[in-house]
């Protein structure tokens, strides 16, 4: 069975920081573009970050650009997002994706529908 999952998630005080993990199971991600997304209550899901099948192209939402980076370990089958200075508005449910490309066109664009696999989230909420 192939499967995300998120983990990393909790309660944290803004300005805070917080290291988000997406492992895969039942496939490799090698071949895979990540995309982490988020879904805050009563909002639409937005593209937080993505990265490329072989880590070298990244890509972040103007929202988070400056606080957040995504990294991957594929030899651990693993991807990374590392939050820093959380502000209250990034209480959200975090998901990650998975898309099976080498392109680098799919993280200029946070595409939800593009994406073949998702996790079942994580919860992070900033709050003091």
């Known amino acids: 069975q192939l499967q995300l999952l998120e983990s990393g998630g909790g309660l944290v005080q803004p300005g805070g920081s917080l290291n988000l993990s997406c492992v895969a199971s039942?496939?490799?991600?090698?071949?895979?573009?990540i995309g982490w997304f988020r879904q805050a209550s009563g909002k639409e899901r937005e593209g937080v970050a993505c990265?490329?099948?072989?880590?070298?192209?990244?890509n972040s939402a103007d929202s988070v650009k400056g606080r957040i980076t995504i990294s991957r370990d594929n030899m651990k089958n693993k991807v990374y997002l590392q939050m820093n200075s959380l502000k209250p508005e990034d209480t959200a449910v975090y998901y990650c994706?998975?898309?099976?490309?080498?392109?680098?066109?799919?993280?200029?664009?946070?595409?939800?529908?593009?994406?073949?696999?998702w996790g079942q989230g994580t919860q992070v909420t900033v709050s003091s």
């Open positions: 994706a998975a898309v099976a490309t080498y392109s680098d066109y799919v993280c200029e664009y946070f595409n939800s529908y593009e994406y073949d696999y």
């Open positions: 039942g496939f490799t991600l090698d071949y895979y573009a």
């Open positions: 990265i490329t099948f072989n880590g070298l192209s990244t």
